[in-house]
């Protein structure tokens, strides 16, 4: 189809998603201006999501405008941003209570030019503090709305998953275990897979990592993750390289690599470092490259977190642990707010105990050590886990991005032939 100009009328877009899905006639649009798709993207994790969902939008609706606030991947990708990511980018209460004011002039000047905008879809990727509100407000407008990456419902406080549903038309998701919670509240919720288990791939290069790296083909490494935000580091740094110690005594020539997430994260670990007893010559902390460093290690030790899935989809055995504040951690255990025995995501995945796991007060040195030397000892024991690991890769490999953009597709159709 074609119009006068021998360019495909602003409709376009419309029509060749109704004639994908089949869902409607070809000739129904939605309106006579292009496809407007509003998105906010909060952290660096959330951009590189967003500019994967614009690029297979894209190629759906050829025609489509993109804006919103997002980051460079996003602005790669065709997306107008009137804010930056980074002007969402605060951590912990404390820090969301000092940028209160400024979070919430910034909502409601985003809720401004949207209407302005008049978007077909709305949708928020993550942030669900920043976006469930404006999902909801512009449900209550008439505009489709989609929340892409669900909160930990699975995890904790699962009724959540109503309020989300009020706010969202769709809920997009990363993990196979949580559309059917959103089933149980009839919210439609579906699994699209996870665009890291797309990213890296099924067999990874352990001699090229650590030619890149510059360590040894034949040497022990332990990989060493304390967190990529300074409070986990201050929680967790001194007992993981107290623990990394600990195994290099048992491992004479044991290389240890810490990957710091930005300048202020490596200037903390390498004054934690100085501290240590660990060998100078064979610590090595790098700048960003953590999955690298996973890739070349042959055990790791991490911080519970998104780090623990990289580590599971690049098969390293890992020992994960986490500290909290001590308030917190009474308050939640007390209100019993948490729903799952396993904190690890390759643990919840699996629905057993892959990797250790030490919270709190079990995150000690001694345990640490003593778990990560377990690893170090029974190399069987990581010959079965990679084969584990590869088959929960493949379930999450399912090209996300572009069943994402499937089911916005299949929204924005079923909302048309509402109309």
Known sequence: MSSATGQAPAGADVISLASMVGSVPAHRVLSDRPLRIALVAGEASGDLLGAGLIRELKARFPHAEFAGIGGDAMRSAGCQTWHDASE??????????????????????????????????????????????????LKQRGVRTVHYVSPSVWAWREKRAEKIGSSA????????????????????ARFVGHPM??????????????????????????????????????????????????VSERIPGLHVVVP?????????????????????????????????????????????????????LVKRPMVVGYRVNE????????????????????NILAGQDLAPELMQHDCTPEKLA??????????????????????LHERLRRNASAR????????????????
Not at 376 to 382: A, C, L, N
């Open 260 to 312: 710091a997430a930005n300048a202020a994260c490596r200037r903390l670990i390498e004054e934690q470092l100085s501290r240590s007893a660990l060998p100078v010559a064979y610590s090595h902390v790098l700048d960003g490259q953590a999955r690298n460093a996973m890739i070349a290690a042959d055990v790791v030790v991490l911080a519970s977190g998104t780090a623990t899935l990289e580590a599971m």
């Open 327 to 346: 308030l917190t951690y009474r308050l939640v255990k007390a209100l019993g707010l948490i729903k799952v025995d396993r904190f690890a995501l390759p």
């Open 169 to 188: 038309d769709l809920v997009l998701c990363l993990f196979p275990m949580e559309p059917p919670i959103y089933a149980k509240h009839g919210i439609d």
């Open 197 to 246: 288990a797309d990213d890296i791939p099924l067999h990874v290069d352990r001699e090229a990592a650590r030619i890149e790296l510059g360590l040894p083909a034949s040497a022990k490494v332990l990989a060493v993750l304390p967190g990529s935000r300074l409070g986990e580091i201050s929680k967790l740094g001194e007992a993981f390289f107290e623990a990394a110690w600990q």
């Open 88 to 137: 969402l980018a605060v951590m912990g209460l404390t820090e969301v209570l000092r940028h209160l004011p400024r979070l919430l002039k910034l909502r409601s000047a985003f809720r401004q030019r949207a209407l302005e905008w008049q978007p077909d879809v709305f949708i928020g990727i993550d942030a669900p503090d920043f976006n469930l509100g404006i999902e909801r407000w």
């Open 370 to 391: 003593a778990a990560v030397q377990q690893w170090f000892d029974h190399p069987q024991r990581i010959a079965d886990l990679h084969g584990i690991y590869a088959r």
């Open 404 to 419: 994402a953009a499937d089911a916005v597709g299949e929204l924005l159709v079923r909302g048309q032939e509402k109309a």
